[in-house]
Every structure is written in structure tokens, then in C-alpha cells.
């Protein structure tokens, strides 16, 4: 049972996975549990189990934060069997002396960065200071059950949520308890987008029944958690699938942790090529259902006039540059939808009739496909950005009340001679004041989220994602600190941090170019993007904005 040198231990974050159809019998499941990169912590029992232990006892223990070591099955002896192929396996014994020496330094270790992009599931979509990326940071959480097989202390991991978790064998982990919420209704999946071009053992061209592979899912997995970024690897008709999560919705919240539920909807992905995906349902189901709590969402009293009809459309508003057109777009492509994205001010002409007819061009397609198509037409989804320009209150423009007109054209064509189901519409301000309220009614934009400048632990997370390919190849120096950086960086829009990881990258390049000569005379391999590149850039970035 091999401990990993004392590097790669400090490098190996937390594990966690889906369960896979060969480590999860349903009738033992236990219930989620999260592993998290915390510090180590000495045994505070010793008659936790998590191996080959009974539902009790891992549920009395299971609260215990514990320290693992990851071993595999030859190491220890064991042919693979054919109900528990490829496992691999963490066993947890207490903690040595330099073990809780590196427990101590493991914070600073790049496996702990990385993960500190982790956090809880947000609890609502409507927190201003969340980006789309970080909605897919959440814990890994994995249903453990107990098998005979293993000696006390250990769990089993497959290869994908080694993957997904980025976990080593011979890595330390720690795993706690995760307590869904009370009400599992609410933490049901609504939605669900799993794409399939992970499955590398696909060798010839595959014709895939989406809406078998669908419901086989639905029966075999129902009842577990599922996060974003997860792998869930699954054999369908004699073919192993690895599905990487790529989009999921709760009901409540729109959080994307849930349980996967018979009522979820899912939707596949497959890049062109071994896959081909028939029979899927050519328009994804609504993102918005009446099952979301909108009082909890700060929208009181449209419940009943929401019904069971799909919104039709959410403002996002807030101060320029925190990801208010991302999240459109993110959330339109995982969709799969059609999108159209039109800035505002682009729709005007002076011409008279002209802007209407831009108007009107902009809903044609959608209005034929729900014609033709009814209830089998794709989602179109449009982006009105600086939709302000646009939908300004009436009655206050001057002269030839053209800004009326187009006010009144614009909310003719959301409602639609026929109600357009297929139509998703997300609308950008920085003025949510200056919107004409009838756009704001049931039926319309019925959802307003307000994106706000990104608070200390958003703009770590934003940090983290706009440095994560440095880090991946190493081009961060090691004295680098986004947490310091997060704190250096009150009131940056998310563009602006985005702007300082640029600007530093830019910084360090030009170190390494010859004056004069514009070329590269550095080494490739000792590339570093300084702790000074940042500073200087967070500095240039200001003085940018006109903050310095
Ligand atoms: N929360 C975030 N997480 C990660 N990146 C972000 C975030 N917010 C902004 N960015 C970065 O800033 C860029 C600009 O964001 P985006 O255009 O979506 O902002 P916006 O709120 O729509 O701004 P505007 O009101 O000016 O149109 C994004 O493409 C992204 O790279």
C-alpha cells in the first residue's frame, strides 16, 4: 500500500466521481458524500469506516473529515473481478508525523488552488457575483457504498472520477459528509447536457438513440447527485459512454447540483464524428419551468401567472463587464439552441420603417419554425445587448415618437400572433432605469438578475479561471497569489481582472523579446509570469479605467 512520493501526495487534491454502473448497487447506496480539499485531520475515531463497513456505521463516521492515502488493487494484491473492474482504491489510516507537516503546507500546493475554485452550490442563480465558470466549480460529491472487498478505510474510484477529480493513486484526500437539502424536490435536476466526446473507446461510427440512452440513465441513475464537470461513465447496448456534464439545472435556484430525477430532461452532446445522435428532442425542454421557487428567486406574486408556461425571457443587469452577455451565451449554446445575438443600437436605422423592419427580420425565423414545427421546433435564443437602446421607456423621446414605435413593435413581436414556445430571449443593460416596464411583465422578461461588481471571493474565482491554462503549463511563478491579487483588486469588473491577467502575461512576454529585434530570446520551459508582472498590471489596469 505504497504512499505516493511526498510531491505527488501534495499535488493530489480531492476525489470524487459519479458512481459508476460497477461501484454503485442502488439497494446499498449511501447518500452523497463530498470530498473536499481540506487540511488534514487526525482520526477521531477509530472505528470510522468507509470500506466494507455497514450503512451505520458510515453514516455515524461519515461526518469525520478524514486523511486518505490512494493505493490500487494490484498494489495490494487483488485480481480485478468482474463486477469491480478498474478500481482503484484510497485507504485512510491515521495520519504520520511529516504527513501532518505537509498537511500543513498543502495549502499552498497548486492542487489546493486549483480547487479553492470550488465552492458550495450558489444558492441562486440571481447572486450577482457568480460567474457561469464558477457555477461549474462546485464539490465533487459521490455516492459510496460499502464492498467487501476493500479493507477498512478505503474507497474505490474509478478512472473517470479519478479524472474528474483530478486525483492520483497514492494521493491524500479528505472526504466529509454532504447533507442535501431537506427538500429533494428542490434539489431535483430539471435539466441535464452531457456530452458524449469523452467516450474514447468508441471505434466505429455510432448510432446513438437519445431517447433510450435517456431513459436507461433516468432508471439507472436516478436518485444520485450529479455536478457540472462530472464524467459519469455508463455501458448502453454493449457500448461504454463516458458523459461529461457539461450543463445542469436544478429546479430551485436553477442550482446546478441535484438529484437526477425521472422528470429530468436531458439533452446530448457530441462533437461531429464517432457519435451520431438520433431521436433527440430537437428543442430542449424549457430552462425555466413553473417548478422554480420565483419568490425565492425576489420575484413575488407572478407565480400564478407564470403557470406551467416557460419564461420567455431574463434581464441582466449591473455595471459593464461581469459577464452578463457570457452567461447569455453559455447558457444558448449548452441549450443548443439557435442563437442570434444583435446589440441594440445595431437594430436602429434613421430611415423610417427601417428599424421595425430589422425588428421584424429578427423574429422571422422563429415565427415560421414555431408555424411549421409547433412543439418540435429547435429553441431560438436571442441576446439584445445594451438592450436599453432599444426598449427605452415611451413617452419620453421627443420629435417623431420613432423610439415609440419601435417600444411597441418589439414587445408585439415577443408576445407573438402565435405564442412563440420556442423563443428564449435574454436581454443586457447597464440601465435596467431606463426600460420601458411592459417589457418587465409575465410573458416577457420575466426573470431580472442583477450581475453587481464581483466581490473578494468572486474575483479569486475569476482570477482562477483567466490564470488556470497559466498554471496548467506551468507559466505561473510560484510566488504568485491570486488570493493577494483578489484582495489588491477591489471594485474590477470581471473584464478588468481579466484585463490584469493579460496585461501580466503581456508584461512577462515582453521580457523575454529582444529590444529592438521583436524576437523571442527566453526559454520556453522557464516562462514565468511574475507575482511583479501582476502588480504592475493591476496598477495599468486602473489607471485603464481611470480608477488609479
Ligand atoms: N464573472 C466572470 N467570470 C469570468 N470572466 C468574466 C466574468 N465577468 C466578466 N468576465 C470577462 O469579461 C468579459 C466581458 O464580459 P461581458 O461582455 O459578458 O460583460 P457584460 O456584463 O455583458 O458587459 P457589458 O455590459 O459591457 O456588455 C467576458 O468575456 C469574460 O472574459
Same mark, same amino acid.
Given at each position: 500500500?505504497?504512499?505516493?512520493?511526498?510531491?505527488?501526495?501534495?499535488?493530489?487534491?480531492?476525489?470524487?466521481?459519479?458512481?459508476?454502473?460497477?461501484?454503485?448497487?442502488?439497494?446499498?447506496?449511501?447518500?452523497?458524500?463530498?470530498?473536499?480539499?481540506?487540511?488534514?485531520?487526525? !482520526?477521531?475515531?477509530?472505528?470510522?469506516?468507509?470500506?466494507?463497513?455497514?450503512? /451505520?456505521?458510515?453514516?455515524?463516521?461519515?461526518?469525520?473529515?478524514?486523511? !486518505?492515502?490512494?493505493?490500487?488493487?494490484?498494489?495490494?494484491?487483488?485480481?480485478?473481478?468482474?463486477?469491480?473492474?478498474?478500481?482503484?482504491?484510497?485507504?485512510?489510516?491515521?495520519?504520520?508525523?511529516?504527513?501532518?507537516?505537509?498537511?500543513?503546507?498543502?495549502?499552498?500546493?497548486? *492542487?489546493?488552488?486549483?480547487?479553492?475554485?470550488? @465552492?458550495?452550490?450558489?444558492?441562486?442563480?440571481?447572486?450577482?457575483?457568480?460567474?457561469?465558470? /464558477?457555477?461549474?466549480?462546485?464539490?465533487?460529491?459521490?455516492?459510496?457504498?460499502?464492498?467487501?472487498?476493500?479493507?477498512?478505510?478505503?474507497?474505490?474510484?474509478?478512472?473517470?472520477?479519478?479524472?474528474?477529480?483530478?486525483?492520483?493513486?497514492?494521493?491524500?484526500? @479528505? %472526504?466529509?459528509?454532504?447533507?442535501?437539502?431537506?427538500?429533494?424536490?428542490?434539489?431535483?435536476?430539471?435539466?441535464? =447536457?452531457?456530452?458524449? @466526446?469523452?467516450?474514447?473507446?468508441?471505434?466505429? *461510427?455510432?448510432?446513438?438513440?437519445?431517447?433510450?440512452?435517456?431513459?436507461?440513465?433516468?432508471?439507472?441513475?436516478?436518485? &444520485?447527485?450529479?455536478?457540472?464537470?462530472?464524467?459519469?461513465?455508463?455501458?448502453?447496448?454493449?457500448?461504454?459512454?463516458?458523459?461529461?456534464?457539461?450543463? +445542469?439545472?436544478?429546479?430551485?435556484?436553477?442550482?446546478?447540483?441535484?438529484?437526477?430525477?425521472?422528470?429530468? $430532461?436531458?439533452?446530448?452532446?457530441?462533437?461531429?464524428?464517432?457519435?451520431?445522435? %438520433?431521436? &433527440?428532442?430537437?428543442?430542449?425542454?424549457?430552462?425555466?419551468?413553473?417548478?422554480?421557487?420565483?419568490?425565492?428567486?425576489?420575484?413575488?406574486?407572478?407565480?400564478?401567472?407564470?403557470?406551467?408556461?416557460?419564461?420567455?425571457?431574463?434581464?441582466?443587469?449591473?455595471?459593464?463587464? $461581469?459577464?452578463?452577455?457570457?452567461?447569455?451565451?453559455?447558457?444558448?449554446?449548452?441549450? $443548443?439552441?439557435?442563437?442570434?445575438?444583435?446589440?441594440?443600437?445595431?437594430?436602429?436605422?434613421?430611415?423610417?420603417?427601417?428599424?421595425?423592419?430589422?425588428?421584424? #427580420?429578427?423574429?422571422?425565423?422563429?415565427?415560421?419554425?414555431?408555424?411549421?414545427?409547433?412543439?418540435?421546433?429547435?429553441?431560438?435564443?436571442?441576446?439584445?445587448?445594451?438592450?436599453?437602446?432599444? =426598449?427605452?421607456?415611451?413617452?419620453? +423621446? +421627443?420629435? /417623431?415618437?420613432?423610439?415609440?414605435?419601435?417600444?411597441?413593435?418589439?414587445?408585439?413581436?415577443?408576445?407573438?400572433?402565435?405564442?412563440?414556445?420556442?423563443?428564449?430571449?435574454?436581454?443586457?443593460? $447597464?440601465?435596467?432605469?431606463?426600460?420601458?416596464?411592459?417589457?418587465?411583465?409575465?410573458?416577457?422578461? #420575466?426573470? #431580472?438578475?442583477?450581475?453587481?461588481?464581483?466581490?473578494?471571493?468572486?474575483?479569486?474565482?475569476?482570477?482562477?479561471?483567466?490564470?488556470?491554462?497559466?498554471?496548467?503549463?506551468?507559466?505561473?511563478?510560484?510566488?504568485?497569489?491570486?488570493?493577494?491579487?483578489?484582495?489588491?483588486?477591489?471594485?474590477?469588473?470581471?473584464?478588468? !481582472? #481579466?484585463?490584469?491577467?493579460?496585461?501580466?502575461?503581456?508584461?512577462?512576454? &515582453?521580457?523575454?523579446?529582444?529590444?529592438?529585434?521583436?524576437?523571442?530570446?527566453?526559454?520556453?520551459?522557464?516562462?514565468?509570469?511574475?507575482?511583479?508582472?501582476?502588480?504592475?498590471?493591476? @496598477?495599468?489596469?486602473?489607471?485603464?479605467?481611470?480608477?488609479?
Amino acid at each position: 500500500m505504497g504512499l505516493l512520493p511526498e510531491s505527488k501526495a501534495q499535488g493530489t487534491g480531492p476525489v470524487l466521481g459519479a458512481s459508476d454502473e460497477h461501484s454503485v448497487d442502488p439497494a446499498r447506496v449511501m447518500g452523497p458524500v463530498q470530498v473536499a480539499p481540506r487540511p488534514m485531520e487526525p !482520526l477521531s475515531s477509530p472505528s470510522a469506516h468507509y470500506a466494507g463497513d455497514s450503512h /451505520s456505521a458510515m453514516r455515524t463516521t461519515a461526518l469525520t473529515t478524514l486523511p !486518505l492515502v490512494a493505493t490500487n488493487r494490484a498494489e495490494r494484491g487483488e485480481r480485478k473481478s468482474k463486477f469491480h473492474p478498474k478500481i482503484s482504491t484510497v485507504s485512510r489510516r491515521p495520519p504520520s508525523g511529516s504527513e501532518l507537516k505537509d498537511a500543513a503546507r498543502f495549502p499552498s500546493s497548486s *492542487a489546493t488552488r486549483r480547487w479553492r475554485r470550488g @465552492t458550495p452550490p450558489p444558492t441562486s442563480m440571481a447572486d450577482p457575483r457568480r460567474s457561469p465558470e /464558477s457555477l461549474l466549480c462546485l464539490w465533487p460529491l459521490i455516492a459510496f457504498k460499502p464492498l467487501d472487498s476493500l479493507r477498512t478505510g478505503e474507497i474505490a474510484l474509478n478512472g473517470s472520477q479519478r479524472k474528474w477529480a483530478a486525483a492520483n493513486l497514492g494521493g491524500r484526500v @479528505t %472526504v466529509s459528509r454532504y447533507q442535501p437539502p431537506a427538500d429533494t424536490a428542490s434539489f431535483n435536476l430539471v435539466f441535464l =447536457a452531457l456530452d458524449l @466526446t469523452t467516450s474514447l473507446t468508441i471505434r466505429k *461510427a455510432t448510432e446513438l438513440k437519445a431517447d433510450e440512452f435517456g431513459r436507461y440513465l433516468k432508471n439507472r441513475y436516478s436518485g &444520485q447527485v450529479i455536478s457540472p464537470g462530472q464524467i459519469v461513465s455508463t455501458r448502453f447496448e454493449n457500448i461504454k459512454y463516458a458523459c461529461r456534464v457539461t450543463l +445542469s439545472i436544478g429546479a430551485d435556484h436553477m442550482n446546478p447540483q441535484g438529484f437526477l430525477s425521472r422528470d429530468t $430532461n436531458i439533452a446530448f452532446e457530441a462533437a461531429a464524428g464517432r457519435i451520431k445522435i %438520433v431521436n &433527440q428532442d430537437p428543442r430542449p425542454p424549457p430552462i425555466i419551468k413553473d417548478t422554480i421557487d420565483l419568490k425565492r428567486m425576489g420575484i413575488g406574486g407572478l407565480s400564478h401567472h407564470i403557470g406551467i408556461r416557460n419564461v420567455r425571457g431574463m434581464l441582466l443587469f449591473g455595471p459593464p463587464g $461581469n459577464g452578463k452577455t457570457m452567461i447569455a451565451r453559455k447558457v444558448a449554446n449548452l441549450l $443548443n439552441a439557435k442563437v442570434q445575438t444583435v446589440s441594440g443600437p445595431s437594430l436602429l436605422d434613421p430611415y423610417f420603417g427601417t428599424t421595425e423592419r430589422n425588428v421584424r #427580420e429578427l423574429f422571422e425565423p422563429i415565427i415560421k419554425d414555431q408555424v411549421k414545427l409547433g412543439e418540435k421546433s429547435p429553441l431560438h435564443v436571442i441576446i439584445f445587448d445594451e438592450f436599453d437602446a432599444i =426598449a427605452m421607456k415611451r413617452g419620453r +423621446s +421627443s420629435g /417623431s415618437g420613432h423610439t415609440d414605435i419601435m417600444v411597441n413593435q418589439l414587445l408585439t413581436m415577443m408576445d407573438g400572433l402565435t405564442p412563440l414556445d420556442n423563443l428564449l430571449v435574454f436581454a443586457t443593460t $447597464n440601465r435596467r432605469d431606463l426600460i420601458d416596464e411592459a417589457f418587465l411583465r409575465p410573458g416577457r422578461l #420575466e426573470i #431580472e438578475i442583477e450581475i453587481g461588481l464581483p466581490d473578494l471571493a468572486a474575483r479569486q474565482e475569476i482570477l482562477e479561471i483567466h490564470t488556470a491554462k497559466l498554471l496548467e503549463n506551468h507559466y505561473l511563478d510560484g510566488d504568485v497569489s491570486i488570493e493577494n491579487l483578489a484582495h489588491r483588486t477591489d471594485g474590477y469588473s470581471g473584464a478588468m !481582472l #481579466e484585463g490584469v491577467v493579460k496585461s501580466a502575461v503581456s508584461a512577462a512576454l &515582453q521580457r523575454n523579446i529582444a529590444p529592438n529585434h521583436l524576437v523571442w530570446t527566453g526559454d520556453y520551459n522557464a516562462f514565468k509570469v511574475l507575482e511583479s508582472d501582476f502588480v504592475a498590471a493591476v @496598477t495599468e489596469v486602473a489607471r485603464e479605467h481611470g480608477n488609479d
